[in-house]
Nanobody, 120 residues
Framework: QVQLVESGGGLAQPGGSLRLSCAAS????????MGWYRQVPGKQRELVAT???????NYADSVKGRFTISRDNAKNTVYLQMNSLSPEDTAVYYC??????????????WGQGTQVTVSS
C-alpha cells in the first residue's frame, strides 16, 4: 500500500506565498511522474503542474511564472512553491504520483487534498 500525505496548505493574502509538500510512503520501488492538481466546488479537478523523475516540469498556463514544482527523489517528496497568489488560486490541492511498487506494476495514487485559501 502507498500513502501520499500533503502539507503546507492554509490561508494566504493576495500576493503572498505558500509552499505545499507531498511525501509518498509505503511499498515503493520507484516513482515516475508526480504532480499537483486543484479543484473548486462544482468544477472539475484541473492540472496545476507535473514533474518527471528527471526533473522536467509542466505547468498550467494560469500558474506559469508564479508556481514552481520540484521534487526530492531521495525523500519521495514533491513540492509546490506558490508565489503571487490570487483569490482565483483558492482550491483544494491534490498530490498525484505514478508509483511502481516492489514486484508490481505502476499505479496512480492521489493524496487526500489540502485546502489553499487566498483572501484578504
Amino acid at each position: 500500500q502507498v500513502q501520499l500525505v500533503e502539507s503546507g496548505g492554509g490561508l494566504a493574502q493576495p500576493g503572498g506565498s505558500l509552499r505545499l509538500s507531498c511525501a509518498a510512503s509505503g511499498n515503493i520501488w520507484s516513482i515516475n511522474a508526480m504532480g499537483w492538481y486543484r479543484q473548486v466546488p462544482g468544477k472539475q479537478r484541473e492540472l496545476v503542474a507535473t514533474i518527471t523523475s528527471g526533473g522536467s516540469a509542466n505547468y498550467a498556463d494560469s500558474v506559469k511564472g508564479r508556481f514552481t514544482i520540484s521534487r526530492d527523489n531521495a525523500k519521495n517528496t514533491v513540492y509546490l512553491q506558490m508565489n503571487s497568489l490570487s483569490p482565483e488560486d483558492t482550491a483544494v490541492y491534490y498530490c498525484n504520483a505514478d508509483i511502481r511498487a516492489y514486484l508490481r506494476g505502476v499505479t496512480n495514487w492521489w493524496g487526500q487534498g489540502t485546502q489553499v485559501t487566498v483572501s484578504s
